[in-house]
């Protein structure tokens, strides 16, 4: 079975078609830019073009930067504020005509990995954690799903979320080292073995790619691993979604 999956992030929404049962991209990915200030229009615009590119006709599977229940967007840390409130899902099918799945992307990415990836087959408590512009999390419990856990949201220091300390984009905006950031990520995910007592945590997100770069800086005792589909799971995740 063969569904579109989208994944929106903060500086490029992606796409490919994905067979479902496989876990394998059927189609190139195709990337488009985030319009600036990623306002819900202009991001409804780049959906259609991505679905145009395609030219697909069915449903459609949506990992979105936000928290997100029953199609509806409430946060808006990483994206415009005017997605408060939004039905993304019913924004997304008046735009493309299409039905569309919208859930958090940690959430997405998260899936994939749970269903065959790093994640495949493990008990207890795992987290998916991506580092890109934001922190996203994803919870499973026994392979079960429990959305919008959004630990990036948690308060460090005089940080007024922790994201803004450990994310990607605070590598990139303070100029860091992959050493001097992993440091960072140590921090975050210390607190979160603390808080949780997790039994795995999964690195996913672009800098997944990059996880040699900074994995000897983690030195918490939950195992660490870098999730197998890398930037690809949350496009993998999203077509779970539409299933």
């Known amino acids: 079975m063969e569904l579109l999956g989208i994944d929106i992030g903060g500086s490029g929404i992606k796409g490919a078609i994905v067979n479902i049962e496989t876990g394998e991209l059927v189609t190139e990915r195709h990337r488009i830019p985030t319009p600036e200030g990623a306002k819900p229009s202009d991001v409804a615009n780049i959906v259609k073009d991505l679905v145009d590119h395609f030219n697909w006709k069915g449903s459609v599977g949506c ?17 415009h504020k005017s997605w408060r409130g939004v039905n993304v899902e019913s924004l997304f099918e008046k735009r493309t ?48 799903l429990i959305p919008n856990f959004e630990l990036g949201s948690i308060p460090y220091k005089k940080y007024k979320r922790i994201e803004y300390y450990a994310a990607n984009s605070a590598r990139k905006r303070n100029h860091l080292s992959y050493t001097e950031w992993g440091k960072r990520v140590h921090k975050f995910l210390r607190l979160i073995e603390k808080l949780f007592s997790p039994d795995l945590i999964i690195i996913g997100g672009g800098t997944s790619k990059n ?33």
Not at 69 to 78: K, L, Q
Not at 105 to 128: E, P, T
Not at 227 to 235: D, E, F, P, S, T
């Open 63 to 79: 990992g979105f930067p936000a928290l997100v229940t029953h199609g509806v967007a409430h946060t808006s840390v990483n994206i």
């Open 97 to 144: 005509g299409l039905k569309f799945k919208v859930a958090n992307d940690a959430d997405a990415a998260g899936l994939a990995a749970i269903s065959f990836g790093s994640g495949k087959g493990k008990k207890g408590l795992v987290f998916m954690i991506t580092l890109g512009t934001g922190i996203g999390s994803g919870a499973f419990y026994n392979g079960q």
């Open 211 to 243: 996880f040699d770069e900074f994995k000897d800086q983690i030195r918490i005792k939950t195992p660490v691993i870098p999730a197998a589909y890398q930037n690809n799971a949350g496009i993998l995740g999203a077509a779970l979604l539409a299933k």
